[in-house]
């Protein structure tokens, strides 16, 4: 190794400071904002840095492995005995048959493409399962081969431009679809490849609503990979905003809820840079859009609805690290009932992380309870969700601490 090269994180005999100085830097993050992130100030972020302080408790290793995105315990301690996978859940049994049909491009294909109406009626019902198993990715991971070749199929027989102008929307919509089921598991490359594909088809359809939902994941696939690419995340969220921005006097509910969709995530991304004022005016613009759609309207993919912005504004405020605004929120929140149950597992993960903001330990477990039993598969692919029970797994109260191995156990984060 030339000796200006970094260093790998990951070879041993590398101290746990030097593992997080280099996984940090590698984030593109400052010592100052990951202090910011974890709770500490930059002069203890920097003595742990330096080998000065010793290798804090368990807590705070995996608030390091949260803001750093860290998918391995092992990676940042060294202990190999530690592999627990934290922001990436285990791999479905259905996703080797996910990616096959997805990296399938037959030139020559056999396949008869179905008609389109049949396609979009399994769409449209392969969506309803999806908000209302609550092993949802068990089902979607089900139907997703067959419609992906036969999306892909109905573009390649498309007699007209007409024709495969909407066979490319019904595509982006499928590859949409793949998206739910593909992330948080161990294949980012095949992420990567459904978000794109994604876009291609829905700018090739010239479907607004199907650009709209195509620039929403890709936005969102760009914010997950950490804060270097939160510019990037922006960029596509803005550029679809402006797209559809001209549309919304007289947009259809499905394009004004997705423009909202849209205006919530740039609220997102900047209150994960901590920019309050401006993560707090994209809720309010995010908002005022959904106060124009019917009162129980609900958009097919994103959830934007009425019923959802008191679980966005619950996310903001944990994004913010407002442990009390993120309680109160909550408190708000739970007078209206998502329907999707996948959906409103996530709500009560982010319920459960304003409880652990706001010191209510015991409030965090209950609320993950809640979660699992929403939605089961939810819980055991969130990495917040994993981190915070591996958290007090560790506590000292007995009672705690038996409740959260009990509900480690049953999503699989702990042997039986």
Do not use: C
């Amino acid at each position: 190794m030339p000796s200006d090269a970094t260093p790998d994180p990951y070879a041993d005999p590398l101290r746990f400071g030097q593992r997080v100085q280099i996984l940090r830097e590698r984030r593109g993050m400052t010592r100052a904002q990951l202090a910011d992130l974890v709770g500490v100030s930059p002069h203890t972020l920097k003595k742990i840095e330096n080998g000065q302080q010793k290798e804090p408790g368990l807590p705070m290793v995996l608030r390091i492995a949260e803001a750093l995105r860290v998918r391995d315990l092992a990676d940042l301690t060294g202990h190999p005995d530690m592999h627990v996978n934290l922001f990436v859940g285990p791999g479905h049994p259905r996703l080797a048959a996910v990616r096959a049909a997805v990296d399938s491009f037959a030139l020559a294909s056999s396949v008869e493409p179905p008609p389109t109406a049949h396609l979009e009626a399994r769409l449209h019902a392969a969506w309803r399962a999806r908000h209302q198993a609550p092993n949802h990715r068990e089902v979607i991971g089900r139907l997703l081969p067959d419609l992906i070749r036969d999306a892909q199929a109905l573009v390649r027989h498309a007699d007209s431009s007409t024709d495969r102008r909407k066979a490319q929307a019904l595509l982006a919509e499928t590859y949409s679809l793949s998206q739910f089921f593909i992330a948080y598991q161990p294949d980012a490359s095949l992420l990567w490849r459904v978000a794109e594909r994604g876009m291609v088809a829905a700018q090739d359809s010239g479907d607004p609503h199907a650009i709209g939902v195509a620039a929403w994941l890709l936005a969102q696939a760009h914010r997950d990979s950490g804060p270097r690419h939160f510019d990037a995340a922006d960029a596509v969220n803005l550029e679809a905003v402006r797209f559809l921005e001209p549309l919304l006097p007289d947009a259809s509910d499905d394009v004004l809820a997705i423009a909202g969709a849209l205006e919530f995530e740039l609220g997102y991304t900047a209150a994960r840079r901590r920019e309050t004022g401006t993560a707090w005016r994209h809720w309010d613009k995010a908002n005022d859009m959904a106060a124009r759609l019917p009162a129980d309207y609900y958009h097919p993919v994103t959830s934007f609805s009425q019923a959802v912005m008191g679980a966005h504004a619950v996310t903001v405020a944990v994004e913010l690290h407002q442990g009390g605004e993120s309680v109160r929120q909550a408190a708000r929140a739970d007078e209206v009932t998502i329907p999707s149950r996948p959906r409103r597992a996530r709500h009560r993960i982010e319920e459960a992380r304003a409880y652990q903001l706001d010191a209510q330990p015991d409030a965090a477990i209950a609320t993950l309870e809640k979660a699992h039993r929403a939605a089961p598969e939810t819980i055991a692919y969130n990495g917040y969700a994993r981190r915070l029970i591996l958290e007090e797994v560790e506590s000292k109260q007995a009672a705690r601490r038996r409740r959260a191995s009990e509900l480690a156990m049953e999503i699989g984060l702990l042997a039986a």
